[in-house]
């Protein structure tokens, strides 16, 4: 969905490009956040689940990541 726009693949982004190029809705990155907090996420484990999210996001067609994909996100990396 966003070819040529991410200079590498989202599993290999830094934590810059991450906050560079990804989207989200503040409404995601707002729960992302609460979740993070309430659980006590380390910051890996954060940047993590965004770029989970950025990919299941990219699956969907969609520009920006929603809070369908950080839910989606967090269920997939505790099933690891």
């Known amino acids: ?19 560079e190029f990804c989207e989200i809705y503040e409404e995601a990155k707002t729960f992302l956040e609460g979740t993070m907090e309430r659980l006590g996420f380390s910051y890996r484990t954060y940047h993590r689940i965004f770029k989970l999210a950025r990919t299941l996001a990219d699956l969907e067609g969609e520009e920006r990541i929603r809070v369908t994909d950080i839910t989606q996100a967090i269920h997939l990396r505790f099933l690891e």
Request: proline share 5%.
């Open 1 to 19: 969905a966003h070819e040529g726009r991410f200079p590498v693949r989202s599993v290999e982004m830094t934590a810059v490009a991450i906050a």
